[in-house]
């Protein structure tokens, strides 16, 4: 009955039996066997050399990319809806030590390179206004678009043409790569993206997320940057054998299709209520307050996204059975 957040799900089997084969004495902080096999596991996903960094959160793992591809005096380009904007308390700022963000606009909060490209034109070249470094980009987006690898290297392309890094926030990358149907690497690296927040957690992960750097010489610095942030676990081993339980067994696919599918379920019951296209796990669905109580009293829990409109987000421990209570509640508005 609860589809408030996909953060709230509970962790998979798979995740559970590999904390508790991690439970034993082993090397601290990132020495340990499970951290030690993270470059080579995650290499084979994306087929090129990465360097892989656990940490504990999302937010930590777009920080620290974006202080990776971004000085304090510079600037990194997205979308003003986009996490980093509107849900991360400044923590972008603070991480980079001062980058700011420019604010760039596009349908269901994805950037285009006609709407970056606006963005750059109205900053001069002068030591008076802040110099765009870096362009960031959310996959599934806040309103559960996808960007396409066509559309991913469009921007990629630009971002080179401009000397700028390319950083995708990956909280929902699994929903994303189950629609697309795609390689993990059409959508990061061959596109054009150097830095990517891979996230867990919102897929069946317990408290673990992955720093993916294609660059990998950008490992060098961020290694401190994560230490002296007081990101470092002293016992990292718990979050790696996460990270590659759900990779290693494709649990972290195959929970991102069973969500998506929830998500389509409810989609085909919304019809013209819907706000956007379903692409991933979120529907954003038109809906007066009379309609949102209605719901609500019959044990339905949501997120009231803006004025007229809800937020349902779809986790991947929920079955069909679980989903159709709602799309019928739903249907019969």
């Known amino acids: 009955m609860r589809f408030f957040s996909d953060n709230a799900a509970p962790a998979c089997p798979e995740v559970l039996a590999a904390l508790n084969t991690a ?3 082993d090397t601290a902080y990132d020495g340990d066997q499970w951290s030690q096999r993270l470059d080579g596991v995650v290499s084979a996903l994306f087929e090129t050399p990465v360097r892989a960094l656990w940490v504990a959160s999302g937010t930590a793992a777009n920080c620290l990319a974006l202080a990776a591809l971004c000085p304090p ?8 809806d986009a996490h980093i904007q509107n849900d991360e308390c400044g923590a972008p700022e603070f991480y980079t030590h001062g980058a700011k963000l420019l604010l760039a606009d596009g349908a269901g909060a994805k950037l285009t390179p006609d709407s970056v490209k606006a963005v750059l034109a109205a900053t001069r070249k002068d030591v008076h206004q802040v110099q765009p470094h870096a362009l960031s980009i959310t996959q599934a987006t806040e309103y559960g678009r996808v960007y396409t690898p066509d559309e991913v290297a469009a921007l990629g392309d630009l971002a080179r043409a401009h000397g700028l890094g390319l950083h995708m926030d ?5 929903n994303a790569v189950a629609h697309l149907g795609c390689a993990p690497a059409d959508i990061t690296w061959r596109a054009g993206v150097d830095a990517l927040s891979f996230g867990f957690i919102k897929n ?6 992955l720093l993916v750097l294609f660059r990998p010489e950008l490992a060098d610095a961020t290694l401190y940057r994560r230490k002296r942030a007081g990101l470092l676990a002293s016992k990292g081993r718990y979050l790696a054998a996460q990270i590659l339980a759900m990779i290693e067994g494709d649990a972290w696919r195959r929970n ?5 599918a929830g998500a389509a379920l ?12 379903v692409e991933a796990n979120e529907v954003f669905l038109r809906m007066t307050p009379e309609e949102a109580a209605r719901l609500r009293a019959a044990g339905f829990d ?9 937020r349902l987000v779809v986790s991947w421990h929920q079955r069909r059975e ?3 209570p709602l799309a019928a509640a739903i249907a019969a508005l």
């Open 204 to 209: 069946g992960g317990m408290m673990a997320e």
């Open 266 to 277: 409810l989609a085909a019951a919304a019809g013209e209520r819907l706000v956007h296209p």
């Open 256 to 260: 991102a299709r069973a969500a998506n």
């Open 302 to 310: 949501f997120y009231d996204w803006g004025p007229g409109e809800a």
């Open 23 to 25: 439970n034993v004495l």
């Open 170 to 174: 990956g909280a929902r990358f699994a």
């Open 73 to 80: 005096h510079g600037a990194v380009i997205c979308h003003r």
């Open 322 to 324: 679980d989903i159709a």
